[in-house]
């Protein structure tokens, strides 16, 4: 029972977020058509992909970065 009922718990939470994000970008989307402003609201949806692409490469980067680090600065331990 356990089995199924997490990842359909995570699955039905991913959902509601998926649909909570394209309501809000829907709806932008209508609102800034019909004021005429349709390429202003297609450049700020490029930007906000851009940098959240960009900055997740920097901090992914950085992560790996630390990891590596972290494992060839890690001290030999022999066993006894």
């Known amino acids: 029972m356990r089995r199924v ?3 359909t718990i995570v699955t039905l939470v991913a959902l509601i977020f998926g649909i909570a994000v ?4 829907w709806t932008d989307r209508l609102w800034f058509d019909s004021l ?10 490029v930007t906000r992909t851009a940098l959240f692409l960009i900055f997740g490469l920097v901090f992914a980067a ?6 590596v680090i972290a494992y060839r600065t890690q001290p030999i331990v022999v066993p006894q």
């Open 62 to 67: 950085a992560v790996v970065a630390n990891i």
């Open 22 to 25: 394209f309501t809000g970008v």
């Open 5 to 7: 009922l997490l990842p």
């Open 36 to 45: 005429g402003y349709s390429d202003v609201f297609s450049t700020i949806l």
